[in-house]
C-alpha cells in the first residue's frame, strides 16, 4: 500500500522566486489537505480538495498561495514571490470519505527554506 | 473556538519507564473527533488513534493506551514500558463539525527516550 508522496523534500530559494510542490494521495483517496508546520508548532490547516474541487481555504493562504488538483488525483500547491516568513514545512494529508469523518494520512512533507 | 493544548513540551524518560502524554481541548461542539499523530525524525505524521465524543471508553493497543474523560476535556496518551524508538513529536488534534474538515493541532510534546 503506497502511502502519501510529496516532492521535492527540500526546497531552498531565494527570497522572491516562486516555488511549487507536488502531492500524490494514497491512490482512491477522494480527500486532499494541504497543512503548514513551523519549527516548534503543530500542523496548520492551508487548505483541501474533494475530489477536484477546492471546498476551504484558510485565511493563512494569501493571493501569494495557489493550489490545485486538476485531475482529482495529484495536487500542486505555488508559492509566489516568496518571503522568508514562508520558510516552513509544508505536509499533504489524503484521506478516504465515506461517512461523517475521514481520517487523515500524511505524507513526509516538503521543507522549503527562503533565504 | 476550538483549541488544543499540550502542556509539556518536552519529557524525558528513561527507557521502560510508563509516560503519559496531555492533551486538553475546547470546543463549544457536542460532535467532534481527537486524534493522536506520532511525528519521527523523518517528518512524516503517522496515525495513532481516533476518538469521537460519544465514545469515551478508554482504548489499549499494545503499549499504547488512550484516557478520553469529557467531564475535564481531555484525551490523555499513555506509553507502557517505553523504547528509543517512541522518541518523537507526538500531537494531539480535534476536529469538529463547526469547523469543517480541518484538524486543529496541539504544538505537539517532544518524547525523549533514553537507553
Known amino acids: 500500500d503506497t502511502g502519501v508522496s510529496q516532492d521535492p523534500r527540500h526546497k531552498i530559494t531565494k527570497r522572491g522566486q516562486n516555488v511549487t510542490f507536488r502531492c500524490d494521495p494514497i491512490s482512491e483517496h477522494n480527500r486532499l489537505y494541504w497543512y503548514r508546520q513551523t519549527l516548534g508548532q503543530g500542523p496548520e490547516f492551508l487548505t483541501y480538495f474533494q475530489n477536484e474541487a477546492q471546498l476551504e481555504k484558510s485565511r493563512l493562504l494569501s493571493d501569494r498561495f495557489s493550489a490545485e488538483r486538476p485531475k482529482g488525483s495529484f495536487s500542486t500547491l505555488e508559492i509566489q514571490r516568496t518571503e522568508q516568513g514562508d520558510s516552513a514545512m509544508y505536509l499533504c494529508?489524503?484521506?478516504?470519505?465515506?461517512?461523517?469523518?475521514?481520517?487523515?494520512?500524511f505524507g513526509p512533507g516538503t521543507r522549503l527554506t527562503v533565504l | 473556538a476550538q483549541k488544543v493544548t499540550q502542556a509539556q513540551t518536552e519529557i524525558s524518560v528513561v527507557e521502560k519507564e510508563d509516560v503519559t502524554l496531555d492533551c486538553v481541548y475546547e470546543t463549544r461542539d457536542t460532535t467532534y473527533y481527537l486524534f493522536w499523530y506520532k511525528q519521527p525524525p523523518s517528518g512524516e505524521l503517522v496515525f495513532l488513534i481516533r476518538?469521537?465524543?460519544?465514545?469515551?471508553q478508554n482504548e489499549i493497543s499494545g503499549r499504547y493506551s488512550w484516557n478520553f474523560q469529557k467531564s475535564t476535556s481531555s484525551f490523555n496518551f499513555t506509553i507502557t514500558a517505553s523504547q528509543v524508538v517512541d522518541s518523537a513529536v507526538y500531537f494531539c488534534a480535534l476536529r469538529t463539525s463547526e469547523y469543517g474538515n480541518k484538524l486543529v493541532f496541539g504544538a505537539g510534546t517532544i518524547l525523549r527516550v533514553k537507553s
Open positions: 476518538r469521537n465524543s460519544f465514545d469515551e
Open positions: 494529508a489524503s484521506s478516504l470519505a465515506l461517512g461523517a469523518v475521514d481520517t487523515q494520512y
